[in-house]
């Protein structure tokens, strides 16, 4: 008898190593999701072949495919992931009964998952392809969910479901932010074509090729300042994972922009008032900063009511962070374009955006340099009072202090 259970544990580990192997070269050729899924299937059906050690000793004990070992290798898995038979779910790790509920044991795993897409796959159970198939709406309204079905020995399948609703997003996202690039460089391209095709009608008179030369020049640099936003924000997308060593004098930087913005509107230089204390300097790309500063104090005066203030302050916040803050006098942002307004292209008042000279992605920037900088950014406003910009940046640590 120790000899028949010696045998039926090298029997399993030998099995088990075979399996790890299949899955690790399966892993390699089609990615992780099959990979993972052939894994949890063949370590599965490992066990469910092997008889369990106290099972061997009696013929009258027959091998019992939801027992402890079958339970302990779907439950390493994160994700929900159900053992059928007949039908029946057998075996369900905690991910699936958090999402299905905990009463899908023994239920008819058609009635347990509830989806019409999955119950025509689960119906078919000769289909041993493996392909996925997307649920839409299980567990919410919004949620998406890719659902693989694998055959084991004996009758029994595996059915593992993968959460894809932040991929689905994300993809979502990329689609409109392509849509809305086009779009933007489209409209003012359509311009510049239409003048040039009129520009041939009325060669012969100065006054009016001024004017269209004038207006083609305006919507060239304005295709010119879009496609700088776009790389601009391409770059620093690409960098967001490297935090930034350099240390910047952010009271100099915010100067600076000052001078910069006053050049480019003198009539609302002197509407630009700045307090800032002597803070410690902060740990940033000077590059980066300095185009926050033109963005937050840009839009400020944009947007602000002529000849009102636009209040840029800083301050020290606690010992390791320094507080920035633009303070606008303007007719205020509604609360429920708050959360949107570092979304790429969008605009609370799109005519009067683009007459500004707006391109729509200057707080999305705003928002990625702040991320790469590792800081917090708040936009408040109020309405018929004004909005207020704050962003927390770190301080850069001191020449002598020791890095743990």
């Known amino acids: 008898m120790p000899v028949m259970l010696g045998l039926s544990r090298s029997r399993t580990i030998v099995a088990l190593f075979a399996v790890l192997a299949t899955a690790l070269a399966v892993w390699l050729a089609a990615g992780i999701e099959a990979g993972g899924i052939a894994l949890v299937g063949a370590a599965v059906a490992a066990l469910i072949a092997a008889p369990p050690a106290e099972h061997a000793m009696s013929d009258a004990l027959p091998p019992t495919p939801a027992d402890n070992s079958v339970a302990d290798a779907i439950e ?19 991910a699936a009964r958090t999402l299905l509920g905990e009463h899908i044991l023994s239920e008819d795993v ?31 309204r919004d949620q998406h969910w890719e659902m693989r079905v694998r055959n084991l020995p004996g009758g029994h399948r595996i059915v593992h479901l993968g959460d894809r609703t932040g991929s689905h997003a994300a993809d979502r996202i990329r689609v409109d932010f392509v849509a809305n690039a086009s779009h933007e460089l489209r409209t003012p391209l359509a311009s510049i074509l239409g003048f040039i095709e009129t520009l041939e ?39 967001k994972y490297r935090a930034p060593d350099d240390s910047v004098d952010l009271p100099q930087l915010i100067d600076e922009v000052q001078a910069e913005l006053s ?44 000849g009102s203030p636009v209040a840029v302050s800083l301050r020290s916040a606690g010992e390791s962070m320094v507080r920035l803050s633009v303070v606008d006098e303007s007719e205020g942002i509604a609360p429920e374009h ?38 917090r950014l708040d936009i408040a406003s109020t309405v018929g009072t004004g909005t207020t910009v704050t962003i927390l940046l770190p301080t850069a640590p001191h020449p002598g202090a020791v890095s743990s």
């Open 76 to 94: 390493a898995i994160f994700e929900p992931v159900l053992l059928v038979a007949d039908n029946r779910v057998i075996a369900a790790n905690q």
């Open 110 to 140: 058609r009635v347990a998952i509830r989806h019409p897409a999955a119950a025509e796959r689960l119906l078919n159970a000769e289909d041993a392809s493996g392909a996925p198939i997307q649920l839409v709406g299980l567990g919410a």
């Open 201 to 239: 009608d009325a060669a012969d008179d100065p006054e009016t090729r001024t004017r269209f030369l004038r207006v083609m020049d305006n919507e060239a640099r304005r295709m010119q300042r879009l496609i700088d936003d776009l790389m601009s924000l391409s770059r620093i997308e690409a960098e």
């Open 263 to 306: 050049a480019l509107s003198p009539d609302r230089a002197a509407d630009i008032v700045i307090d800032a204390d002597p803070v410690v300097p902060v740990r940033g790309d000077r590059v980066q900063l300095s185009q926050l500063l033109h963005n937050i104090v840009g839009n400020a005066m944009k947007y602000g009511r002529a």
């Open 338 to 375: 708050l959360p949107r307004l570092t979304e790429r292209f969008y605009r609370v008042d799109s005519s009067r955006s683009r007459a500004a000279g707006g391109t729509g992605l200057g707080l999305a920037i705003v928002k990625h340099i702040v991320e790469r900088h590792r800081g």
